[in-house]
């Protein structure tokens, strides 16, 4: 049996289609996502939904790095720069207690090489209680926080050099004094 000369041509044509079009998307795509600014200019007088609930004010002059920040129904992530300094949140589901979910930070930050103090009591200006202190790891000095909702653990990291640290803290702080959580129906 022979094949057509045609029909093997609209063959070759065809899977030279679908090549092409994996070309376009293997390379193009990622060459189109590059294009765009990893950090995206926030407006600081408006709440921020982080996800799971938790949504926060961020403070002015930060922009949001739309590569790392993930909100979704049950949890998120939102990273914010300010200048060489990360501000960090995450919320996730969590049913324990506060040491537990310090100690979930804590085996976070050890895991880099870093160590986390016992930190001091805690609160949100909406009311929501957790621990907050210090943390180093090898080539960053950092804050922390950690709240908890009835259904979520809010960390909150702040990382940079102590100068860096201390002259933004006060802004930090009244950043993490708006976080609030709403429960999902």
């Known amino acids: 049996m022979r094949v057509q000369r045609g029909r093997l041509l609209r063959n070759a044509a065809g899977s030279l289609g679908i090549l092409l079009i994996l070309v376009v998307i293997a390379v193009g ?12 200019a926030v ?9 799971g609930g938790v949504s926060v004010v961020p403070p002015a002059g930060a922009v949001l790095d739309v590569t790392r920040t993930r909100p979704t129904a049950r949890q998120g ?42 930190g001091l009591p805690a609160l949100t200006g909406t009311g929501l209680g957790g621990r907050s202190g210090a943390y180093t790891t090898p080539d960053r000095a950092g804050r922390y ?39 999902r129906m």
């Open 29 to 40: 795509l990622p060459a189109v996502d590059r294009s765009f600014p990893a950090e995206r």
């Open 43 to 51: 407006p600081h007088h408006l709440p921020y939904e982080v996800g």
């Open 77 to 118: 992530t939102a990273l914010f720069v300010l200048g060489p300094v990360r501000y960090v949140l995450v919320v996730a589901p969590f049913d324990g207690d506060l040491d537990g979910a310090v100690d979930r930070l804590r085996r976070k930050v050890t895991s880099a090489d870093g160590q986390l103090d016992a």
């Open 145 to 183: 926080a950690v709240f908890l909702a009835p259904t979520v653990s809010i960390e909150v990291t702040v990382s940079g050099t102590e100068t860096q640290l201390e002259e933004i803290e006060p802004v930090i702080a009244a950043s993490v004094a708006t976080i609030t959580y709403q429960e």
